[in-house]
């Protein structure tokens, strides 16, 4: 998750921030990037996903395009 608005998040601030928080908790995001350090860290993680598709570890739905449909469709 990247947050970008410096109002939405410092502002109107601890509710927002506690669903970041709770997103983390409960695994639907794995890390959240704040402001500035979106600039140093995306190359990092676009570096990581590289090497974890290029290792066959990408994740459940890499490669299977089935994977990528709602269930429920």
């Known amino acids: 998750m990247i947050v ?3 109002d939405t998040w410092w502002g ?3 509710s927002y921030l506690c669903r ?8 639907l995001v794995d890390e959240v990037l704040f402001g500035r350090e979106v600039v140093t860290r995306i190359p ?3 570096d ?4 974890l ?5 990408a ?5 299977d ?3 990528l449909q709602d269930p429920g469709a």
Request: proline letters at 3%; hydrophobic letters at 45%; aromatic letters at 8%.
């Open 65 to 67: 395009p089935a994977a």
């Open 12 to 14: 109107k601030g601890r």
């Open 53 to 57: 598709r290029s290792a066959g570890v």
């Open 20 to 27: 970041m928080v709770d997103m983390l908790h409960m695994g």
């Open 44 to 46: 990092e993680l676009a």
């Open 4 to 6: 970008d608005a410096y």
């Open 48 to 51: 990581e996903w590289l090497a």
């Open 59 to 63: 994740g459940d739905h890499w490669g």
